[in-house]
């Protein structure tokens, strides 16, 4: 999903770097070097506090980062993060594998303000997307890219403008473990 992250930002804004350990022919780190946005490789929640103060962002996008970022960080500066599942649905791990495994007929993009509580900050934007016939995760890891490069730098703009987003309904609130191959049985 960083690559397309990526992709949506470059076209609107001016990236100051971004987090990836990954060398050479990742999606990623190849749009960066194209671009000429710096990779940063250390992807520990204390460095990425560090770099987020040293660089000064205006604002951070957290895509395809499988960490928690600590309160004192988030609350600096917007955040914004990017989830593939339809929240408050679906919070946590693995939410595409969940979403075929137990027969979904959707999956979305949701880009949210990145609050403390996992996946909770209020909706920026969300979008659906059909599981259509014999999808596979990486067909809908397709579909999903395409529309967060369409939709994640507008709402990364709504953000910068102010925009808090929509309130999730906790009630609704599921949440997703990580995924282990036995689960593919």
Request: proline fraction near 6%.
């Amino acid at each position: 999903t960083a690559a397309s992250a990526l992709e949506s930002l470059a076209d609107r804004f001016d990236v100051l770097g971004i987090v990836r350990d990954a060398g050479p022919g990742d999606d990623a780190v190849e749009v960066a070097a194209r671009c000429g946005i710096p990779v940063f490789r250390d992807l520990s929640p204390g460095a990425v506090a560090e770099l987020v103060e040293s660089r000064d962002p205006d604002c951070v996008v957290v895509s395809s980062y499988d960490r928690i970022l600590p309160a004192a960080l988030i609350a600096n500066r917007p955040f914004v993060n990017v989830h593939y599942a339809p929240l408050p649905r679906y919070r946590g791990r693995a939410t595409v594998n969940w979403a075929v495994l137990n027969g979904e007929p959707t999956c979305a993009v949701t880009v949210h303000v990145l609050a403390p509580e996992l996946d909770a900050g209020g909706v920026l934007c969300q979008e659906f997307v059909a599981v259509e016939g014999r999808d596979t995760v990486g067909d809908l890891y397709r579909k999903l890219n395409a529309v967060q490069r369409r939709v994640l730098a507008g709402a990364v703009e709504r953000r910068l403008a102010g925009d808090l987003g929509v309130p999730q309904d906790e009630s609704q609130a599921t949440y997703g473990c990580t995924r282990i191959p036995d689960d593919g049985e």
